[in-house]
């Protein structure tokens, strides 16, 4: 297969110098080698036609028996800063959306505890649903989209905007209140579409380095690329305190970080498209408890 | 700074001459930056205690815990440094009155592999020291600052 | 968002031992880093924290670049009597925050 040169990953931005371009430089030849020494069983699918992309043969699914949560794998340390509320530093996403959920926008507009009452009863399972069919939209959306939408259609006022720090608290602390529930994705027939979508998105290869969500994530989940455990990525705990990051973030920012990490075109934020692939790791992870907020590297 | 690391301890076996070499000391080595701190005066391996979580999952966010043996004389301050992140100077602890005892843990970054060494000044001027050997591996699939 | 999260026992015996744990959202900016421009970030650290017990200090920390964001510390004292524990963090740009948590000792 002559997939290593395409797999080199030479990236699109200037090596910098110093101590810190070594450690880029290192990486950079980790990728290079990893993608190659990353041989794929398995026919590929014969693709022809304008437009078709290649997709991985289906690679067994990680069945309900085997699936495991990345809080599992992770070092005591960080599994103990994950477990304890009081060295959690997502939790102060959770504590400061607390304190917004009994914000008024204004004067004049509702806060979320005027129309939803107490967060632990009313969210209780809602981020365990999501994502959720929205009608006026006419297609699926997350959690922190529905916040926004919350805020223009009931509290008339602006969205905050994907990835802004006050649509994460609230995230976080509405996710929070699902916390030990199972993942239990609506039964919508609207959803299934865009689910299969979803589905498919993430059998397929893209990116430089042309590799499909599950060419990693179910085939070489447990096993290591460049020293780090492949998890089997499920989104049980989002937004998540990510140690990479040193901030919380949402699922929408993880799934950036993996199609860029592959070179391939992220998703807009809050497109679609990146809708739908949360659908379907939604519908995967059935059953698995939330965790919000989780850290992870 | 990322990526996941072994610490490994190098043990009591540090001596105490390593950290005299004062004429030679430039402030930004480590060597120069623990000799400020302790005013050029030897500090003796042993008696602190700099624990380093032997696997972590980022260089990032990197939990340690500085302590000191409750037998020794009252511990003024406990000072953390670096050998290779962009500066030396990593926490430094001031133990009042009200401490219970010499421990206090925090979490720092770790740029690259390299030692990490906790100072202890006595209140009899004397200074202890424990060296940690730290190796940080990187992370694959790095996504960049954008995230 | 500078909220902390401050972690003590509720109701500690006279003479207990007690951990206390404190969390502060900052992102601890180096000043090292460059943003996605190719600018440098400019340096915005926590350079001070302070935990009293009624008026006595029990710790307090120098931090540096080199402590994580979101600065994480963990230390002890003696629950003696009720009183209240004060802690203060100050830092570049005006950063200056003081929390209090009472502690009621049975």
């Known amino acids: ?297 | 700074m990322t990526g996941r690391r072994h610490a490994l301890r190098i043990g009591a076996g540090l001596a105490a001459v390593a950290f005299t070499r004062r004429a030679a000391a430039a402030p930004d080595t480590l060597a120069g930056a623990i000799a400020a701190f302790t005013g050029g005066a030897p500090a003796t391996a042993g008696g602190v205690r700099l624990e380093v979580a032997a696997l972590v999952d980022n260089g990032n966010t990197v939990p340690i815990t500085v302590s000191v043996d409750e037998a020794l004389a009252r511990v003024e301050s406990v000072a953390v440094f670096n050998e290779r992140n962009p500066e030396r100077d990593v926490v430094r602890f001031v133990f009042g009155p009200r401490a219970a005892r010499v421990r206090a843990s925090t979490r720092i970054r770790l740029a690259t592999s390299q030692k990490l060494v906790a100072v202890a000044r006595l209140s009899d001027g004397t200074f202890r020291s424990d060296t940690v050997d730290v190796v940080v591996t990187l992370a694959a699939c790095i996504e960049g600052e954008g995230g | 968002m500078a909220r902390a999260l401050i972690t003590v026992p509720k109701a500690p015996r006279r003479g207990e031992e007690i951990e206390i744990r404190v969390l502060i959202a900052h992102p601890m900016e180096t000043g090292h880093r460059v943003d996605a421009t190719g600018r440098r970030v400019p340096r915005s650290l926590i350079r001070r924290f302070t935990c009293h017990y009624d008026g006595e200090l029990v710790l307090a920390a120098e931090l540096h670049p080199a402590v994580a964001a979101n600065p994480y510390f963990a230390f002890y004292t003696i629950a003696r009597d009720s009183g209240t524990l004060t802690f203060v963090w100050q830092g570049d740009d005006g950063f200056a925050r003081t929390e209090s948590v009472r502690i009621d000792v049975t």
């Open chain 1, 1 to 297: 297969m002559s997939r290593r040169t395409r797999g080199a990953c030479r990236g699109t931005r200037a090596l910098p110098t110093g101590r810190r371009g070594d450690a880029v430089a290192i990486v950079a030849s980790v990728i290079a080698g990893c993608a190659a020494a990353l041989v794929f069983s398995g026919a590929r699918a014969d693709t022809s036609g304008p437009g078709t992309a290649a997709v991985s043969a289906a690679a067994p699914e990680v069945s309900a028996g085997v699936r495991r949560s990345g809080l599992e794998d992770l070092q005591p340390a960080t599994r103990a800063m994950q477990l304890d509320d009081g060295q959690n530093p997502g939790m102060l996403w959770v504590i400061e959306g607390e304190s917004a959920w009994a914000r008024r926008p204004d004067p004049a507009a509702p806060s979320c505890a005027d129309c939803h009452d107490d967060a632990r009863r009313t969210m209780r399972g809602v981020a365990a649903r999501y994502p959720a069919f929205d009608a006026g939209l006419a297609r699926p959306v997350d959690l922190g989209q529905r916040i926004d939408l919350c805020r223009t259609r009931h509290q008339g006022t602006a969205p905050f905007g994907p990835e802004t720090a006050p649509r994460l608290q609230l995230e976080a602390f509405v996710a929070h209140q699902s916390r030990g529930l199972p993942i239990a994705p609506p039964d919508d027939a609207r959803l299934a579409e865009f689910r299969a979508r979803g589905a498919l998105q993430y059998r397929t290869r893209m990116g430089q380095l042309d590799l499909a969500c599950a060419d990693c994530h179910d085939r070489n989940a447990g096993r290591r690329l460049g020293g780090s455990l492949i998890p089997q990525g499920h989104p049980t705990g989002y937004p998540i305190y990510r140690l990479e990051w040193q901030a919380a973030g949402s699922l929408q920012r993880r799934l950036r970080g993996c199609l860029t990490g592959v070179r391939a075109q992220p998703h807009a934020y809050d497109a679609v498209e990146a809708v739908e692939l949360q659908l379907h790791l939604m519908r995967r992870a059935a059953g698995m408890p939330i965790e919000t907020p989780a850290v992870r590297p």
